[in-house]
Every structure is written in structure tokens, then in C-alpha cells.
């Protein structure tokens, strides 16, 4: 028990950096935070603010309402210090070598039976580039969703992202890592579920990305996969075509289809969601 709880504080204490800026809300329990890297090539501040409508059938049919904000800082790695000495990344790649970003939205639901309820999530990640096609990230991340009984869930972790694809229209990247989760759910008393627990999980992605000549249209389909490393039929997986139009010079109309799936969720909840969203973005 004094274990569980001291992962549980060290977990909590990287992923509140998430929640003490901002919160964040995602159809299900898995965020995909691939369409959210667009821009990550521009040193300095940057950001996108977004506004929702959405229509969900799974464990509820309801609409929702919501908007979000995505801040992102990126750097270049310092020059060499010796006389003499060559940066092996000069000649590979242009981009900054530190990117730190914040996803932060907000949902409001109204649910078949009237009932208002929220849903909300925090993600914050730094990414460190090693080369045009390694890097290394660490993240934390907070959130609650009334839909499927999670009253609490705070994770922690990091992994490597590679590249397979680079070229002019099309990107491919893989990533592969590791993540400590403790979830708290709201559930009756007289359900077998335990309210606590914590877990070691992969987290493993593959992500498509497509640009058009004009770069007006962008399309994004990833795929995420999460199972327990000590019970890998307890696992989480996520598939998201996310389709955007640019309308204006900082404004585009988003457009994405999420299907999520969980093998074991609490008694009560079903073990698919679909999401179909669309949004307005504005891009500073």
C-alpha cells in the first residue's frame, strides 16, 4: 500500500504541471496528441485555439460543446562550445531541438436524460530532438470523464518517436514508450470494480500525415495502442483521422472521426466509443 501511494505522488506531481495551467477534454480515456504537433518546425511561441461541436454515440448519444487552447514553445539546441567542433545535426535538420507544448480544452455535455456533465484533460510533453529522425519525450497528463465513470486519472511516462517517412507532402513516425497510470473511478457500492488502481502500460502509435501541394488541406490519421505489461489483454486502443481545411490564413475548419476501445471498462460502460467532431481553428 505505502508503494501504491508514493508512485501515486510521484505520477501526480509531473501530470498537475498539466492541470495547474490548464484542463483538457478528450472523447475517451486516450489523447492523441499527433494532430497537435502542427507548427512544431517554427522557433518560439506559438498556439492554435479551438471551438467544438460534436456528436457521440457509445456509452451515450449527446452533443457537445467546447473550445481549447494549444500552447507551444520550441528552441534551437545551443552552438557548439569548442573551437573546431562540428554539430553532426547542422547539415541533417533546421529544426529547433526542444519543443514543449500544452493541450489544454474543456467540454460541456448535455446526455440523453438532460443531465449537464463535464469531461476534462491536461497534457503537457516535451520533446527533445536527437537527429532529422530520432527524438525522445516525456509527458504528464491529467483528467476526468463523467461518461465512463473516471473520476480521476493521472499518468506519467516517456518514449522515443522515429521517423520512416519524410518527404515533401507525406510523413510517417512510429513512437514506442512506457507510462505509469493510477485511475480513481465513481462507482456505485454495489459494483465488483476496484475504485483505485495503478498500472504499467505501453504506449505505441503509428501516425500518417499527408499535406497537399497548396498546404490548405491536412490530413491525419493515427493509430495508438496501450496495453498492460503485466496483463496485455487489458489494453486501450485509439483511431483518429483528423481532416483540415484551411479557410483563411490563420483560420481552418477541423474535421475528426474517433473511435475508441477499451477491452475492460468498468462494469456499466461499453467498450467502444465514436466521436465525429468538428471544429473551428484559429492559429497564432
Same mark, same amino acid.
Given at each position: 500500500?505505502? $508503494? =501504491?501511494?508514493? /508512485? &501515486? ?9 498539466? +492541470? ?9 480515456? !486516450?489523447?492523441?496528441? *499527433? ?36 500552447? !507551444?514553445?520550441?528552441?534551437? @539546441? ?44 491536461? /497534457? ?5 530532438? /536527437? ?7 516525456? =509527458?504528464?497528463?491529467? %483528467? ?8 480521476? $486519472?493521472? +499518468? ?12 515533401? @507532402?507525406?510523413?510517417?513516425?512510429? &513512437? ?5 497510470? %493510477? ?34 488541406? @491536412? ?6 495502442? !496501450?496495453? @498492460? +505489461?503485466? $496483463? ?13 481545411? !484551411?479557410?483563411? $490564413?490563420?483560420?481552418? +475548419? ?16 461499453? *467498450? ?13
Amino acid at each position: 500500500m505505502e $508503494r =501504491f501511494r508514493g /508512485h &501515486g505522488r510521484a505520477v501526480r506531481a509531473l501530470a498537475a504541471l498539466a +492541470l495547474a495551467t490548464a484542463l483538457a477534454a478528450p472523447a475517451a480515456a !486516450q489523447v492523441n496528441t *499527433e494532430k497537435m504537433r502542427v507548427g512544431a518546425n517554427e522557433p518560439g511561441w506559438g498556439g492554435t485555439f479551438d471551438v467544438n461541436a460534436s456528436l457521440q454515440q457509445g456509452n451515450t448519444e449527446r452533443e457537445i460543446l467546447g473550445a481549447g487552447v494549444r500552447l !507551444q514553445y520550441a528552441w534551437p @539546441r545551443p552552438e557548439s562550445g569548442a573551437a573546431g567542433e562540428v554539430d553532426s545535426h547542422d547539415d541533417e535538420t533546421e529544426d529547433p531541438a526542444n519543443v514543449i507544448f500544452l493541450v489544454s480544452n474543456y467540454f460541456f455535455s448535455r446526455a440523453n436524460d438532460n443531465r449537464y456533465i463535464n469531461n476534462a484533460q491536461g /497534457h503537457l510533453r516535451f520533446i527533445r530532438q /536527437h537527429g532529422p529522425r530520432v527524438s525522445f519525450e516525456v =509527458f504528464g497528463q491529467y %483528467q476526468f470523464n463523467e461518461f465512463i465513470r473516471l473520476e480521476d $486519472r493521472v +499518468l506519467a511516462g516517456g518514449g522515443g518517436r522515429f521517423a520512416l517517412v519524410q518527404a515533401e @507532402r507525406t510523413e510517417v513516425f512510429v &513512437g514506442a514508450g512506457y507510462l505509469l497510470e %493510477q485511475e480513481t473511478l465513481d462507482l456505485p457500492a454495489n459494483l465488483p470494480d476496484a475504485r483505485s488502481s495503478e498500472h504499467h502500460r505501453s504506449t505505441n502509435y503509428l501516425t500518417v500525415r499527408y499535406n497537399s501541394e497548396d498546404e490548405r488541406l @491536412r490530413l491525419v490519421q493515427t493509430l495508438y495502442a !496501450q496495453p @498492460r +505489461l503485466d $496483463r496485455p489483454q487489458d489494453f486501450r486502443l485509439l483511431s483518429e483521422t483528423s481532416f483540415e481545411i !484551411q479557410l483563411f $490564413r490563420q483560420l481552418a +475548419l477541423a474535421i475528426s472521426l474517433n473511435v475508441a476501445h477499451d477491452s475492460e471498462p468498468p462494469t456499466g460502460v461499453k *467498450e467502444t466509443d465514436v466521436v465525429l467532431a468538428n471544429s473551428l481553428r484559429y492559429t497564432f
